[in-house]
């Protein structure tokens, strides 16, 4: 039984993972994919970068709507169908494996083709709903990030690596910590490339206005 389940919110997760806000935006008002543009990548910031903000806006709510309705729906069958631990410990760990597959189909998404995004958006939706703590401490390193250096992958690779570590040091169940620490290494491995353009200093920082190029987070 809590093998099925757990096959059912994963893959449910998944596939509303690969709804992917960018590309449905890019298609539906400019006609075009994303994805042909700048990095090439069905990212917040390659969108920025490509048609500027005016309806970045659309591509937020859709993102984070089919992260939130996955990880909300996960924590409550796990509330429900799991016998383990306090009812807090199952509703977390329903709500982080629901999240890891949202950001795995946000990332690899069948209905695009196995390309999409980099799932920083998506991850920062579960810290939201999973523990408000843990979300302060993320989106916290994010801002800062990105602020002290106008970087967006730097701030994205501080907030995936605070992920785990924000979880482990508030004492949370440790099979969500785990689940956790998979979610922030697999988004550091989607920014692997920025990883060594950071360290090449060839990554280019953020800036706003309509511009076709660019890396982005």
Excluded at 180 to 188: E, K, P, R, S
């Amino acid at each position: 039984m809590v093998i099925l389940l757990a096959i059912a919110i994963a893959a449910g997760a998944y596939f509303l993972g690969g709804l992917n806000g960018a590309i449905i935006t890019s298609r539906l008002v400019y006609r075009e994919d994303i994805r042909k543009h700048g990095s090439g990548n069905a990212g917040l910031t390659n969108f920025l970068r490509t048609y500027g903000g005016k309806t970045v806006v659309l591509v937020i709510l859709i993102d984070v709507l089919k992260a939130a309705g996955p990880v909300i729906a996960g924590g409550l069958l796990a509330n429900h169908f799991l016998t383990y631990g306090e009812a807090a410990d199952r509703v977390i760990i329903g709500q982080m494996w629901a999240g890891l597959f949202t950001v795995f189909g946000h990332s690899y998404p069948c209905l695009y083709g196995f390309k999409g995004g980099k799932g920083i958006l998506s991850a920062g939706t579960i810290a939201i709903i999973a523990d408000w703590r843990v979300a302060l401490i993320v989106w916290g390193l994010f801002f800062l990030g990105v602020f002290l250096t106008r970087y967006v992958s730097l701030g994205s690779i501080m907030a995936a690596t605070a992920f785990p570590a924000a979880f482990w040091v508030l004492g949370l169940d440790l099979w969500a910590t785990l689940i956790a620490l998979v979610c922030g290494a697999f988004i550091d491995y989607r920014h692997g490339g920025n990883i060594v353009r950071l360290i090449k200093g060839e990554e280019r920082k953020l800036s706003f206005g309509k511009k076709r190029g660019g890396d982005d987070a």
